[in-house]
């Protein structure tokens, strides 16, 4: 069986699971955030007082954080309300980070554990080798009300990684490069499977990054191996929140992984060899427009947007420091910075990350999603171009449709505010 | 708002757009955490795709798209817009995952028909049959490809919440 086939299957207290087979899957963790409030209002219609799974319920307030205007401030004072109402103690406050960053931070999903959110990049949770998938908020609300959600367990396709990435190349412009080459819905409801020593060698910042982006590739969801360094990650995590020792966090752990069996059935396979990748850029509209940085070097920018569920972890923050240290962004070119999560933030101005931002002129926004989707908090004007780190370059995204999005890695958006133009990184640094 | 009793066969226009037709076109970002109601919702279908289409579409019309139609966000409105903006259904030659879940559980009606997408054109006349299961346009008739029984109960239901309702209430 594939990994699919394997978690669905626990989820749903059966043996095996076939492809095509509709299962009644019961999700370890059910993912909401802003969108908490509009649920609960669907849930009500159900004739419902309790709800039936509080212990798996998950909220984070992230997607228009702080509130930007008193709407906004009531759907968060209303999951508040609710969670206590309901006794949902997995409530991450505003300023806490993006959800797939902080209840990966958290622990709160583990290796071959299920989790579905109201988000379509819940298939983030790949990266531990998790089945992550976004649904409906009337989804949602069903779960919230019987604990379960009928799946279609879907085929399976394999994509295995070689060789080692070259300088300022990282994973996001590997994932870029396989949406380019097969399509924005190359991996249409399938479970997209990393595999190969390419994806051994990368940390779990940059699987992430990976497996995040199969949202853009049409994958229902994503996987990557739980290898030791997904353990080693996750162990501390899991025994601080649970209050138990490493060696009983571990254990816990290394018990709930799922792998895919050696002799499983793919509809198609992929072979990338990551040394011949290089600094890839999604261009206006579709994340399939892929284009190799040097061919952009005239566009000009007017905002460059770093952070997002995609990247906006430490090893981001870090590469885009190396490329920013002791040099000043372009006149008439802004640069934002969100860290993804509180614990980013905090690690990253212990490591003196974001003086080198300011210092360079950047601002620094509040853990969360930022002006991702056109929210608030930095969103363009008719006729700007931004060059982000993002997921999607969507028309009318970052809040209006006369806008250019271009998507790039951290170290081509930094390249990209010093220079005011589409820029890779040896152009700022030697 | 004009939502369709799919019960009956409807007649309307043709809306065709391409392919990769993402939820921000469908319905705006910016819009998820303020609006939710189908009056609220309705005026913005399709903005940043066809700015026209909100003001002149008929109860009945029908929205053709190309491949993996609604990808992007997982917002429900996307779906809802369409429904409660009156069409009868939308066709397309695939759709993204978590649309055409929204769709049959917000009770608008999602078929992929990939070898009848190029044969209709915008402004035609079309019906939508769901009854006997045909599609008609331009002097022809494709058969809607079958959905499961409880696909089709929920679409009929007027989506997940009433059918889930109905569920819960008889100690299913």
């Known amino acids: 069986m594939t990994f699919v086939q394997k978690a669905l299957a626990r989820a749903a207290g059966v043996e095996s699971a076939e492809v095509g087979q509709i299962l009644d899957v019961r999700p370890n963790i059910a993912l909401s955030h802003d969108n908490t409030a509009p649920i609960r209002k669907i849930w009500q219609r159900l004739g419902q007082d309790r709800v039936a799974i509080p212990e798996r319920m998950a909220f984070t307030m992230d997607h228009a954080v702080p509130a930007p205007t008193p709407r906004h401030a009531q759907n968060h004072q209303e999951a508040r309300d609710f ?4 006794g949902v ?16 931070e958290e622990a709160l999903v583990l290796p071959g554990q299920v ?18 998938a976004g649904v409906g908020r009337s989804e949602m609300a069903v779960i ?5 959600m009928w799946l279609r367990v879907p085929e399976s396709m394999k994509v295995t990684i070689t060789g080692e990435l070259q300088p300022w190349v990282t994973s996001k412009d590997l994932a870029l490069h396989l949406i380019g080459r097969l399509g924005a819905d190359g991996g249409l409801y399938r479970s997209v499977e990393f595999h190969g020593d390419g994806l051994e060698q990368m ?17 229902k969801n994503s ?7 997904v353990v080693e990650w996750l162990t501390p995590r899991l025994a601080a929140r649970k209050d138990i020792s490493e060696t009983e966090a571990r254990e816990e752990i290394r018990d709930s992984i799922l792998a895919p069996d050696e002799d499983a059935d793919y509809v198609e396979e992929v072979l990338i060899n990551a040394s011949e990748v290089g600094q890839q850029v999604a261009c206006p509209h579709t994340v399939d427009r892929t284009a190799d940085v040097g061919e952009l070097s005239t566009i000009k920018v007017d905002q460059a947007f770093l952070g997002t569920c995609t990247n906006g972890r430490i090893e981001d923050l870090r590469e885009a420091s190396r490329v920013l240290k002791g040099k000043k962004i372009a006149k008439g070119t802004r640069l934002l910075v969100i860290p993804a999560s509180s614990e980013v933030m905090n690690q990253a101005l212990s490591e003196g990350l974001i003086q080198d931002f300011t210092e360079a002129g950047a601002m620094i926004g509040v853990p969360g999603c930022g002006p991702c989707m056109g929210n608030h908090s930095g969103v363009l004007a008719p006729g700007e171009t931004c060059i982000s780190s993002a997921n999607r370059n969507f028309k009318g995204r970052m809040g209006t449709p006369e806008a250019d999005i271009y998507l790039a890695s951290p170290a081509v958006v930094a390249a990209s505010s010093v220079l005011g133009r589409v820029a890779a990184p040896q152009e700022v640094v030697s | 708002m004009p939502t369709v009793d799919l019960s009956q066969p409807l007649t309307g226009r ?3 757009y391409g392919d990769d037709v993402n939820t921000d076109v469908i319905f705006p970002g910016k819009y998820t955490y303020t609006k939710q109601d189908p009056e609220e919702i309705a005026p913005h279908a399709l903005e940043d795709l066809d700015p026209s289409f909100a003001g002149a579409v008929q109860p009945g019309d029908v929205v053709v798209g190309g491949s993996n139609w609604g990808c992007g966000s997982s917002r429900e409105q996307a779906a809802g817009c369409l429904r409660h903006s009156g069409v009868s259904a939308v066709i397309a030659k695939s759709f993204s995952r978590i649309f055409y879940r929204n769709a049959i559980n917000s009770g608008l009606l999602v078929i992929a028909m990939p070898e009848v997408v190029d044969l209709i054109e915008s402004g035609q006349e079309i019906t939508i049959d769901l009854t006997a299961g045909t599609v008609c346009s331009a002097g022809r008739s494709w058969p809607i490809p079958p959905k499961s029984d409880s696909l089709r109960s929920i679409v009929l239901a007027g989506g997940l919440i009433p059918a889930t309702k109905a569920r819960l209430e008889a100690g299913q």
Not at chain 1, 93 to 104: A, D, F, N, W
Not at chain 1, 203 to 219: D, H, P, Q, V
Not at chain 1, 223 to 229: L, Q, R
Request: net charge negative.
């Open chain 1, 83 to 86: 969670a206590a109402e309901q």
């Open chain 1, 89 to 104: 103690s997995n409530v991450f406050e505003v300023g806490r980070g993006i959800c797939h960053q902080v209840l990966s």
């Open chain 1, 115 to 132: 989790i579905l959110g109201s988000d379509s990049h819940t298939p983030h949770f790949g990266w531990m080798g998790a089945f992550g």
């Open chain 1, 144 to 148: 919230w009300a019987t604990g379960e």
């Open chain 1, 203 to 219: 940390s779990i910042e940059s699987r992430m990054a990976l497996t995040n982006m199969m949202a853009e590739f049409g994958a």
């Open chain 1, 223 to 229: 996987y990557s191996p739980a290898d030791e360094k």
């Open chain 2, 14 to 16: 043709v809306w065709k």
